[in-house]
């Protein structure tokens, strides 16, 4: 089951307060993959959904990507993130105008040794 992180809970049709973006967006919705780990030089695909104030999604809205990091890359437009570190962590949101979602934080990791003399399967 997939996790989500709404930005705002409160999608009520009478909150006049809300902050809302020139496409009506009051809330961004990321998909949290099932693994919040990435092996150095992997991707993943984030999304991220926009909401209006009655909690209708809003398809129109041009979700950008972004990272405070250099461990990590997302191109700003698909929401590919990739590791190009591999240790600590990098992080990742999504944004519509001013409005952005939590920082998204994935473990980062090398990629996985593999044994370069393997040993010879004894004779029998």
């Not at 993943?44 to 461990?71: C, H, K, M």
């Not at 240790?87 to 990791?109: H, Y």
């Amino acid at each position: 089951m997939r996790r989500l992180i709404p930005v705002l809970a409160a999608l009520a049709a009478g909150c006049g307060n809300l902050p809302v973006t020139t496409d009506g967006v009051v809330a961004l919705e990321i998909e949290i993959p099932t693994s919040l780990a990435l092996v150095e030089g992997t991707s993943r695909q984030l999304v991220a959904r926009a909401y209006d104030r009655n909690g209708d999604q809003v398809t129109s809205a041009e979700i950008r990507w972004s990272t405070p990091d250099s461990t990590v890359t997302v191109d700003e437009l698909t929401g590919i993130v990739t590791a190009v570190a591999s240790s600590g962590v990098g992080r990742v949101q999504a944004s519509v105008g001013t409005l952005r979602s939590d920082l998204l934080t994935f473990s980062l990791q090398p990629v996985p040794e593999t044994d370069p003399d393997p040993e010879p399967d004894p004779e029998t």
